[in-house]
């Protein structure tokens, strides 16, 4: 993931970004939830557009 405050990108997308990085390190995953109030605790803040769910400030790169 890259961190910029200019950039957004859908919540569903980017937790399975994670679930991806955490097998692959064969680590334990988060639930969604706990995954979002994580996001929040390091000072993403997400919203609705759409009907769809938006974390600000992150956008990710095109490797996994």
Do not use: H, P
Request: proline share 0%; aromatic share 10%; with cysteine.
């Amino acid at each position: 993931c890259i961190i910029d405050r200019n950039e957004s990108c859908q919540a569903t997308n980017v937790y399975q970004r994670y679930i991806i990085w955490a097998e692959n390190g064969r680590l334990k995953t988060m639930s969604l939830s706990a995954f979002g109030r994580q996001m929040a605790n390091r000072g993403f803040e997400k919203r609705k557009s759409g009907g769809v769910i938006i974390y600000d400030g992150i956008k990710l790169n095109s490797q996994v």
